[in-house]
C-alpha cells in the first residue's frame, strides 16, 4: 500500500488540475480558451521548423481516424475534441479527447492511440421533428472543462510543450472508462467551493477523481433539450443531476464553463427561445438571463477579471454593440457602438504591451480594436471593404519577437491591402493582420493571405504553425436550400500548415478526408490536431510516436 501511495502521490503530482487552465496545453472549450483565441502558445513537436519534416523521417502526418456511431442532423455533426493533454496516472500518460456528436451523444477517444475509450447518450428529451439547417435541434454546441479565466502569458520561446514517451493504457470494465483514471483519488482540499469538493455521488461506480487536491475530474455538455450535464471523464457517469441552461430546442453556441458559472447563447429564435446569453451559477443553480441578438460562433469571451465580453447584431438590446457584462448579474457595465453596421464574430480578447484588448468584425468587413474596461472608442479599425463579412469567430496569436496577430477566415474577394500566396480564382482565405505602432497609436496592417480555401473554417494557430481547413461545405446563400443539396453539393476537406508570419504553405492533408467539415476551429496540441467531419468521422494528423 506505502508504495502504492508513493506512485499515486507522483503521478498526481505532474498532473493537470480539473479547473486550472494549463497555458499552451489543452483544447478546453470552442477555440480553446477562455479568451477564445484558437492559439495553443506551444508544442515541444510542433513548429515552423519541425514540420518540414518528411513523413518517412517521422515528420508531421495522417495517423488515425475513427467513425462514430453519430447521426447527422441537418449539417451538425461532431464537435471538435475538447482535450485532456498530459493526465498522469499510475499507469502511465493519457491523452483524452471528448467529442460531442449532434444525436447528444458524447465520445471519448484516447488520442495517443487512437481507441475509445467511453461512449454515452445523454438522457434528453428527444427533438421534436427534423430541424432546418439554421434550428437543426439536438447538441449543438462542444463538450467542455471548466477553466479559469486568467490570461495566459506568452510563451517562452526555449521552453516546448509534449512529450516524446509512447502513451500506455489500460480500460477498465465495459462502461467504466480508464483504470487510471477511476483509480486517482487525493483529498479535497478545505474551502467552500462547490466545484472543488464533491458532496454525493449518484452513482456509486465511479468514485471521485480529482488531482493536486482538484475535486472531481469532470466535463460537461448542453444536450438538445437545453440541460446542463456534468460528467466524469473516467466513464461518463453522471456528477449530479441534468439542470436547465437555456430552452429546449433552442440553437445554443458557446457553452463555457469559466470560474464556476456555465455561460451559453442561444442564437436563431430557435425552438421558440429568445436570442440572448445564459448564465448558471453551479453553485446556487441561479440562472441569469441577458437578451440580446447575440453575434458569432463561439459565444462570449472572458477577461482575465472574469468580465463578459459579447458582440451584438442589428436587433435586440444594445444593437450592433461590444458589450461588457457583469459575469454573475449580466448587467451592461459598458459598451462600444459600431454604428449602423452589426456585428458578426465573437470577440477574442488579447494583452498588448500591459493593455487588455478586444477584436471583433463587423458586417461592413472592418475589424474593431477596443480597449477592454473602457469600451468608450476604437483603439484601431480595419478599412471597410465588405456587405456581408460574417467570419464567426477570429483567431489571435502573438510571435517570438512581439508581434500581435489576428487573423479571420474569408469567403470570396479578399481584404484591401492583401495579396494571396497563390492564384485564387472565387474560393475564400485567411487572412492575418498585424497590430502596429504608428505615430504613437495602434493600427491594424495587413499581413499576408493564405492560399484560397474552399468555406474556410476558423484558423487554428499552434506554435506558430496556422492551420487553416478548407471546409469543402457548399455555404448556400440563400436559407431555403436544403441540408441534403448543401451535403450533395459540399467537396472533401484539407487541412493546411502555415507559417504564422507569413502564410506560406508548410504541409497539407492532401486527399486524406474523405467528407466536408463545418463548425469552428480544429483542436489540437501536444503534437496533434484533431478534425471532425460531417460523415462522423475524426481525424488525427501529427508526429507519430512509437506504443
Known amino acids: 500500500m506505502r508504495r502504492l501511495a508513493a506512485i499515486l502521490a507522483i503521478g498526481a503530482a505532474f498532473a493537470i488540475p480539473a479547473m486550472g487552465q494549463t497555458p499552451g496545453l489543452d483544447w478546453l472549450t470552442d477555440s480553446s480558451d477562455a479568451q477564445r483565441s484558437a492559439w495553443i502558445r506551444s508544442d515541444q513537436k510542433i513548429s515552423r521548423e519541425g514540420m518540414g519534416r518528411k513523413e518517412s523521417d517521422g515528420g508531421f502526418q495522417f495517423l488515425w481516424k475513427m467513425k462514430l456511431r453519430n447521426a447527422p442532423r441537418q449539417l451538425n455533426s461532431l464537435t471538435p475534441p475538447a482535450t485532456l493533454d498530459r493526465l498522469i496516472g499510475y499507469r502511465g500518460f493519457r491523452m483524452l479527447g471528448f467529442v460531442g456528436g449532434s444525436s447528444d451523444s458524447i465520445y471519448t477517444i484516447d488520442t495517443d492511440l487512437g481507441r475509445m475509450e467511453w461512449e454515452v447518450k445523454l438522457k434528453a428529451a428527444p427533438p421534436v421533428g427534423a430541424g432546418t439547417v439554421s434550428c437543426p435541434g439536438g447538441m449543438t454546441t462542444s463538450i467542455v472543462r471548466p477553466m479559469l479565466s486568467n490570461i495566459p502569458p506568452p510563451p517562452n520561446p526555449n521552453f516546448g510543450r509534449g512529450r516524446r514517451t509512447p502513451g500506455k493504457s489500460d480500460v477498465g470494465q465495459p462502461g467504466q472508462g480508464a483504470v487510471t483514471l477511476a483509480l486517482v483519488r487525493p483529498s479535497p482540499p478545505p474551502g467552500p467551493n462547490p466545484m472543488l469538493v464533491q458532496r454525493t455521488r449518484p452513482n456509486p461506480a465511479s468514485p471521485p477523481g480529482g488531482q493536486l487536491g482538484a ?3 469532470l466535463i460537461n455538455a448542453l444536450s438538445g433539450d437545453g440541460m446542463f450535464h456534468s460528467l466524469h471523464l473516467s466513464n461518463g457517469a453522471s456528477y449530479e443531476q ?14 463555457a464553463v469559466v470560474n464556476y458559472t ?9 425552438g421558440g427561445a429568445e436570442n440572448g446569453l445564459h448564465a448558471l451559477d453551479l453553485a446556487s443553480k441561479q440562472l441569469t438571463t441577458w437578451k440580446a441578438d447575440i453575434a458569432g460562433s463561439v459565444g462570449p469571451a472572458f477577461d482575465g477579471e472574469g468580465t463578459v465580453y459579447a458582440t451584438t447584431g442589428s436587433s435586440g438590446e444594445n444593437p450592433n454593440s461590444l458589450v461588457a457584462l457583469d459575469p454573475k448579474t449580466l448587467k451592461v457595465k459598458a459598451s462600444y457602438s459600431a454604428g449602423d453596421q452589426p456585428f458578426t464574430s465573437s470577440p477574442v480578447i488579447f494583452e498588448h504591451k500591459g493593455r487588455t484588448l478586444i477584436a471583433a468584425a463587423a458586417k461592413d468587413g472592418r ?15 480595419s478599412g471597410a471593404w465588405s456587405k456581408d463579412f460574417a467570419p464567426g469567430a477570429l483567431s489571435s496569436w502573438q510571435d517570438a519577437d512581439g508581434t500581435r496577430w489576428i487573423l479571420a477566415p474569408v469567403d470570396g474577394a479578399l481584404p484591401p491591402g492583401f495579396q494571396s500566396a497563390a492564384t485564387r480564382q472565387s474560393g475564400g482565405a485567411v487572412v492575418a493582420w498585424k497590430v502596429v505602432e504608428q505615430n504613437g497609436t495602434l493600427a491594424l496592417q495587413p ?10 473554417l476558423t484558423p487554428t494557430i499552434i506554435n506558430g504553425v496556422v492551420f487553416a481547413v478548407s471546409s469543402g461545405e457548399h455555404r448556400a446563400g440563400s436559407k431555403s436550400v436544403s441540408a441534403a443539396i448543401r451535403v450533395a453539393r459540399s467537396s472533401k476537406a484539407v487541412v493546411y500548415a ?13 486527399t486524406t478526408v474523405t467528407s466536408f467539415a463545418r463548425g469552428g476551429a480544429i483542436s489540437g496540441g501536444m503534437g496533434q490536431i484533431y ?3 460531417h460523415d462522423g468521422t475524426i481525424y488525427a494528423f501529427g508526429f507519430p510516436m512509437e506504443h
Open 262 to 270: 456555465a455561460y451559453a447563447a442561444t442564437v436563431g429564435g430557435c
Open 215 to 217: 475535486g472531481p475530474f
Open 242 to 255: 441534468p439542470v436547465r441552461l437555456v430552452p429546449a430546442g433552442a440553437n445554443a453556441v458557446g457553452l
Open 367 to 381: 475589424i474593431h480594436l477596443v480597449e477592454g474596461g473602457k469600451l468608450t472608442s476604437a483603439v484601431a479599425t
Open 498 to 510: 502555415l507559417d504564422g508570419q507569413t502564410g506560406k504553405e508548410i504541409w497539407n492533408s492532401g
Open 447 to 456: 499581413g499576408w493571405a493564405s492560399r484560397e480555401l474552399v468555406s474556410p
Open 531 to 533: 478534425l471532425t467531419t
